[in-house]
Nanobody
C-alpha cells in the first residue's frame, strides 16, 4: 500500500509563491498533482515520470508552476509562482504506473492540502 502525504499549503497573496511537497512511502511511480476548487471537478495540474525526464502541465499553470522529484527522498514537489486567486483549491498528490493528465490513471492519492490565494 502506497501512502502519500502532502504538505506546504497555506494562505498567500496574489503574486506570491508556495512550494508543495508530497512524501511517498515508496518510490518508482509516476507522480501527479491535481487540484479541486469548491464545487468544481478535480483538475490536472502537473505530472512527472518516474525518473524525472518528462513533465506535463495543465494549460492554466504552464510557465508558473514547476513539478520536480527527489527519488532518494521519495518526494515530489510543486513550486507555484505568480499565484492567482483562481489557483485557490485543495491540491492532491497522486501516484500511478504512468504519467497522465487523466485522474483515473492514478491509483494512489494523498489527503490533499489547501491553497488559498487572496486578491
Amino acid at each position: 500500500q502506497v501512502q502519500l502525504v502532502e504538505s506546504g499549503g497555506g494562505l498567500v497573496q496574489a503574486g506570491g509563491s508556495l512550494r508543495l511537497s508530497c512524501a511517498a512511502s515508496v518510490g518508482t511511480y509516476a507522480m501527479g498533482w491535481f487540484r479541486q476548487a469548491a464545487g468544481k471537478e478535480r483538475e490536472f495540474v502537473a505530472t512527472i515520470d518516474w525518473n524525472g525526464d518528462t513533465t506535463l502541465y495543465g494549460e492554466s499553470v504552464k510557465g508558473r508552476f514547476t513539478i520536480s522529484r527527489d527519488n532518494a527522498e521519495n518526494a515530489v514537489y510543486l513550486q507555484m509562482n505568480s499565484l492567482k486567486p483562481e489557483d485557490t483549491a485543495v491540491y492532491y498528490c497522486a501516484g500511478g504506473a504512468f504519467s497522465s493528465r487523466e485522474k483515473n490513471r492514478y491509483g494512489y492519492w494523498g489527503q490533499g492540502t489547501q491553497v488559498t490565494v487572496s486578491s
